[in-house]
């Protein structure tokens, strides 16, 4: 009985502490639409600065592909007050950092600094979004670092090509087809007109999000957004988001693409719906059940006993609209890619069919736990997230709730999910082999 | 009456005009906030280990993180097998198999990871008891298997077989052998042969004399009380046996006399890889550590100098950094970027002006105060992270430096003045006494580079760090693929010849385990082929092709051959491929190398069609032969690249032709003699058939 008390004593500190480690924030609209987020911690003197827009690769034409990307460089080359090359400059100088990425979806802006910095970022981000100022050095430049950006990351390593062969194969009509690097071609051929005809059209008010979070003061935030942000003009307000339909696949496609490389690896992409789907919580979950740790299913199998992997792993590439559940693998020297995709098959197959032990499905709800409670421990990765669940999600205060859609998630839907899109004719499987393998010649 | 106007001027600007702000320059920034390193506790147990407290509750997490204070171990013949016992660490307990430890990781949401060196532990505050139970097991109860081994060295040897191919992994691994040279262990490389050295008993005696409580530092950093950690500790640390731990020593690392250029060749290189780079005796307890910080983040750090320069001035890179690193036993000072190969020679031209400015001009009092508010201002970023305090603490131990010396670090940062900052440049930035190393293309590369080095003379490394030589190689510019093909057409009878030839029948044999194989291959003007071979006068195979059409027939059937084959077959049909690539547009040549075959040095030249590779083609530099082809052929195991020396030059007639063949497919290899050489002595219509 004494036993017993004392469970019951050990868990209610537990159940208290989580309730404290809520993450509060206020958020609001400007008159002008840009829809504003702010977060206080005061631990210490720092905050965070993140502007995201809702624009990215998907909104690209076919013969502009990189163009987003592109467009994000040239964001950092001054504004009607700011000359080029002291944007960068002004952060450094104060202390902080600065950085910006490009999605299919989206295109995110950040500043790290010290806490009496604010004003400086929100004069930075206000400035580049009311007046951007470019000119033919800067995109001459920008043009060239980004091709160099596009040989470090992806030509010049091995299966660096993987993302793009992959996603060009899985869509025939929506802008998914291409990745946001884009095609070295486009990159060539983009013009200053029409990357002022994006500006206006996609870096408006009403199509970003900003968060502030750490060490501020609600109140004295909001007049200085207010003056920074309170007048630039609302601009265009009818974003485009092209989202056409996609056909269904209804047989499996395969390729082989030849390398630079000694190892042959094999990418598998299964069709899934988008984010927030009924189906996305399931398939989170089935991915950590798959490959999440040593224990996972295909890690101990294909690398532990079986030897067959160097690497395995499965990836969720699931976006604003309807994505991929990637499986990926790079053989141990000398094993083959045919077996590997037998036994991950299996895997799958055993899933389907034998279900999920009960202790299982409590390691996964313990890892999610604890990847939930850890992801936004730093401010920056706090902001970044915050502004992702208000634009693509429309609940920011998923941030504190998004682990209820997990813990509601059954056994059942799991394999329910497994079984709906982890089929063959959904899939699409690419391989790659050495060079030396490539092309079949006849000699004497 | 007065004072009510002033107030309601002051109040105007917030309440009626926000956005009258002055945007034309930076906002001045708020009173400069007080950095506050939070505090630490720390304690030894009676093994001696020493213990740091971190106590953060942002995140009810707590994380272990162990760091063992050694001296480096030379392994000789063995290189690898100090890591290998790092990652064998964790793989079983006298209870516990690999599967199991595996299991009880995951189940609670642990991260649990190991080295040569120390470990890594976190989770969650609410499986604090379980992380410890298995991270404690894992340490005192270590048991290493042989089978766990044996996989870990395949691991070891797939990541060496990746590593080959990326170029960063290439260069991070063959500048340690610049760096450090093969006599100290920082500069000895894992191989296959060395891996294949390592037994477990390397592992196993490893293990035991060096992961000892007397030499190493615990972070415990999160959710937890000093006290609470101390209890934790004790529990499940305090059984840990104290031991003698080797100290061995070594000759510290020169750096070059002179600049030196290196380079390791990868021939499929779009990028290359540049690392100015030399050893460097650099230590936080030294008294110029902190200027010598600032120098390299002027020149190297974050948005500064180099990347100012390589990319936003000229567009040669994504990014462009320096780094001056330190460890207890010797650092390195290290400029990097990466860039097209066109531009390499003007990139190393950029920094190594950049390095040589650092030294000889004063640094401008603005530039100097932004590099110090930069950072003052990172080092408090760096807090966020409470591990950041954690690694303050053990440093201050293992370089046993002021124990004042992290809280008046940014008060000593601020007071560097330009003439120290100039000093320690001239001190620790060598841009005379560096290895220009250089991990890309060496024919679009190298000729350029040579002015960089002191003597002209560029070293050339495989991937394992061992120097070849390839000095002789580099690719004149003045000479292009059409003379070298000229010159073997000359060398071979000449063009007038060759064209006086409208058929050749060749009669060769060879053997086949064991059994004499008949060979005859015979050509047609203009580009009509048959190849038979003849066991007992037994047909084992044949290749046709027509001038358009090809077959391929043998024991399992027949194919008809398409797409690269028959690209292939109709090359190899014409009488002399070297003149079709001559004379006929579609086929485009290039010398992408010089190479030794033999003992001859040779030309290498790759004909392509459609931009597709069919045969690569090595030409004596001296006698103009060819010497040596490669190409691939698709077999029922897969693709073979097979390779065929020619050699025995013979006159037929007025022309000469090789009557020595030796071929490598896959592991066999065939000695191929030719009987006989026939010309124009016309062939039957028939032979030349495809149905």
């Keep these: 009985m004494k036993k017993r008390i004392a469970l019951l004593l050990l868990m209610l500190p537990l159940l208290a502490s989580a309730q404290e480690k809520r993450i509060e924030f206020q958020e609001y609209d400007l008159d002008n639409g840009l829809h504003v987020i702010l977060h206080q911690d005061t631990s210490l003197p720092i905050v965070a600065v993140n502007i995201m827009y809702h624009v990215g690769s998907k909104n690209e034409d076919p013969d502009r592909t990189g163009f987003a990307h592109f467009f994000e460089h040239l964001m950092f080359e001054g504004s009607e007050n700011i000359g080029r090359g002291e944007f960068f400059e002004y952060v450094q100088n104060a202390g902080g950092n600065l950085n910006a990425f490009t999605t299919f979806d989206k295109t995110t802006y950040y500043e790290v600094l010290p806490s009496n910095q604010l004003k400086l970022a929100l004069w930075l981000e206000s400035e580049r979004l009311l007046h951007l100022k470019i000119d033919s050095i800067g995109i001459e430049t920008q043009r060239k670092v980004v091709k160099e950006e596009r040989k470090q990351r992806y030509e010049n390593q091995p299966y660096g090509s993987w993302m793009a062969e992959m996603f060009e194969l899985a869509y025939t009509k929506h802008p998914y087809r291409w990745v946001p690097i884009g095609e070295v071609q486009y990159i060539d051929q983009a013009k200053y007109e029409e990357f002022m005809d994006f500006y206006k059209h996609y870096y408006v008010p009403g199509n970003a999000a900003l968060a502030i979070c750490g060490d501020i003061d609600y109140e004295e935030t909001k007049e200085l957004v207010d003056q920074y942000f309170g007048n630039i003009p609302a601009g265009n307000q009818h974003i485009n988001r092209p989202n056409p339909d996609e056909p269904a696949q209804t047989e499996e496609k395969r390729d082989t693409v030849y390398d630079n490389i000694q190892l042959p690896a094999l990418f598998m992409g299964y069709h899934v719906p988008e984010q927030g789907h009924d189906d996305y919580y399931p398939l989170l979950m089935l991915q950590k059940l798959l490959s999440d740790g040593q224990s996972s299913r295909l890690y101990k199998k294909l690398v532990d006993e079986e030897q067959l992997c160097a690497q395995i792993g499965t990836y969720p590439a699931i976006f604003e609209d309807a994505g991929l559940f990637i499986s990926y693998a790079i053989a141990n020297m000398g094993k083959s890619l045919t077996d590997i995709e037998t036994q991950i098959n299996a895997q799958i197959d055993k899933l389907q069919t034998e279900g999920i032990p009960d202790r299982e499905f409590e390691k996964i709800k313990n890892i999610v736990e604890t990847q939930f409670v850890t992801q936004n421990a730093q401010l920056n990765s706090l902001s970044i997230s915050l502004c992702d669940y208000y634009l693509f999600f429309e609940n920011t205060n998923l941030i504190n709730t998004e682990i209820n859609r997990y813990e509601s998630v059954t056994k059942d839907d799991i394999i329910r999910v497994a079984n709906k899109y982890l089929v063959p004719e959904n899939r699409i499987v690419l391989k790659y082999l050495p060079k030396s393998q490539d092309q079949a010649l006849i000699t004497e | ?691």
């Design chain 2, 1 to 691: 009456m007065k004072n009510i106007i002033s107030i309601l001027l002051i109040l105007f600007p917030f309440s009626l005009l926000p956005a009258q702000i002055d945007r034309s320059k930076a906002p001045e920034p708020g009173t400069a906030p007080t950095i506050n390193i939070g505090d630490y506790e720390s304690f030894t147990l009676d093994n001696g280990l020493q213990v740091f407290v971190v106590e953060n509750q942002k995140i009810p997490r707590v994380s272990y993180s162990l760091r063992l204070d050694l001296n480096p171990v030379k392994e000789g013949d063995k290189a690898g097998y100090v890591n290998t016992a790092g990652q064998l660490l964790g793989t079983g307990t006298t209870n516990k198999t690999k599967a199991e430890i595996d299991q009880a990781i995951d189940y609670i949401g642990a991260n649990v990871s190991t080295s040569a060196n120390g470990l890594y532990a976190s989770s969650l505050k609410k499986h604090n008891n379980q992380l410890l139970e298995i991270v404690s097991e894992i340490l005192l109860e270590a048991e290493f298997r042989q089978e766990e081994l044996d996989k870990i060295i395949q691991q070891k040897k797939s990541g060496l077989a990746y590593t080959k191919n990326d170029p960063g992994g290439l260069s991070n691994r063959v500048s340690n052998v610049l760096l450090y040279g093969n006599d100290h262990p920082f500069g000895e490389l894992e191989t296959e042969a060395s891996l294949d050295n390592i037994t477990l008993e390397d592992c196993k005696a490893y293990f035991n004399s060096h992961y000892r409580p007397n030499k190493a530092y615990l972070a415990v950093v999160g959710d937890i009380t000093t006290e609470e950690a101390k209890e934790n500790v004790t529990r499940y640390f305090g059984a840990w046996e104290k031991g003698d731990v080797p100290e061995p020593v070594y000759e510290t690392p020169e750096k070059p006399t002179e600049t030196e250029v290196a380079i390791v060749d990868r021939s499929e290189s779009v990028q290359s890889v540049i690392k100015v780079t030399y050893p460097v005796d650099i230590k936080p307890n030294y008294n110029d550590y902190i200027a010598a910080r600032i120098t390299n983040t002027l020149l190297g750090g974050g948005i500064f100098r180099l990347f100012k320069n390589l990319r936003e001035e000229h567009g040669y890179t994504y990014g462009a950094y320096s780094n001056l690193s330190h460890s207890q036993e010797i650092g390195h000072f290290t400029a990097s970027a990466n860039v097209r190969n066109e531009v390499t020679d003007s990139a190393v031209y950029e920094i190594l002006y950049e390095m040589e400015r650092i030294r000889t001009e004063p640094v401008p009092k603005e530039e100097l105060k932004g590099v110090k508010t930069y950072l003052t201002g990172n080092f408090a970023l760096s807090l966020e992270n409470p591990q950041t305090i954690a690694r303050f603490a053990i440093n201050s131990a293992i370089y046993n430096l002021p124990s004042n010396f992290y809280t008046n670090y940014l008060k000593n940062l601020n007071a560097i003045t330009a003439e120290e900052l100039q000093k320690a440049a001239q001190k620790y930035i060598l841009p005379g006494q560096a290895y220009i190393f250089i991990v890309g293309k060496k024919s679009e590369i190298a000729d350029k580079l040579k002015r960089f080095d002191a003597d002209s003379t560029i070293t050339y490394y495989d991937e394992n760090g061992n120097i070849i030589d390839l000095s002789g190689s580099a690719v004149p510019a003045d000479i292009e693929a059409v003379q070298v093909i000229e010159k073997y057409i000359e060398a071979i009878g000449g063009k007038e010849n060759l064209k006086e030839i409208s058929d050749i029948k060749t009669h060769m044999h060879m053997e086949m385990q064991g059994m004499k194989v008949d060979v005859t291959l015979y050509k047609q003007k203009p580009n009509r082929f048959n190849l038979t071979m003849t066991m007992n006068g037994q047909v084992m195979s044949q290749q046709i092709y027509d001038g358009e059409k090809g077959v391929a027939s043998g024991m399992q059937g027949k194919q008809n051959m398409e797409g690269e084959m028959l690209n292939q077959i109709e090359y190899e049909s014409y009488l002399f491929p070297a003149l079709a690539v001559l004379e006929d547009d579609v086929y485009e040549a290039n010398i992408t190398n010089i190479e030794k075959v033999n003992d001859s040095e040779a030309y290498v030249v790759e004909i392509k069609k459609d931009d597709r590779l069919i045969s690569t083609e090595y030409f004596d530099k001296n006698t103009g032969y060819k010497i040596k082809s490669t190409a691939l052929v698709k077999t029922p195991q897969g693709d073979v690249k097979q390779v065929t020396t020619f050699s025995d030059y013979q006159k037929v007639g007025n022309v000469k032709f090789p009557y020595q063949l030796s071929q490598t497919m896959g592991p066999g290899s065939y000695d191929i003699i030719t009987d006989e050489v026939v010309v124009n002595e016309g062939i039957a219509a028939d032979k030349f058939k495809v149905d």
